[in-house]
Nanobody, 123 residues
Framework: QVPLVESGGGLVQAGGSLRLSCAAS????????MGWFRQAPGKEREFVAS????????NYADSVKGRFIISRDNAKSTLYLQMNSLKPEDTAVYYC????????????????WGQGTQVTVSS
């Protein structure tokens, strides 16, 4: 299996923006729902956003709705997460997930996972 590879994490002040990318192989990307999850120290992994193959259907956690935008470039087999108006509570390791058949909010629906990228938002 070819792993997913996240990039774009870093340190940003509250109110700032970051864009995360997830590079995948065509085999693990084509035809599947892709998503983003995050996990902060001492907390369970939580759903952030997901997007269907066509890009026309998306799902967002209430905590990020209106601030984050998920998108995908199928020609490049790349998933993106544009994060705006960042808050300290957004601090977490962000994971790319792939291989779901539905716009799922539960992690067990996804077959493939990246190694994670750290996002830290300072006050």
């Amino acid at each position: 299996q070819v792993p997913l590879v996240e990039s774009g994490g870093g340190l940003v002040q509250a109110g700032g923006s970051l864009r995360l990318s997830c590079a995948a192989s065509q085999r693990t990307f084509s035809g599947y729902v892709m998503g983003w999850f995050r996990q902060a120290p001492g907390k369970e992994r939580e759903f952030v956003a997901s997007v269907a193959w066509s890009g026309g259907a998306t799902n967002y956690a209430d905590s990020v709705k209106g601030r984050f935008i998920i998108s995908r470039d199928n020609a490049k087999s790349t998933l993106y997460l544009q994060m705006n108006s960042l808050k300290p509570e957004d601090t977490a390791v962000y994971y790319c997930a792939g291989g779901s058949a539905v716009l799922a909010t539960w992690s067990t629906s996804y077959r493939y996972w990246g190694q994670g990228t750290q996002v830290t938002v300072s006050s």
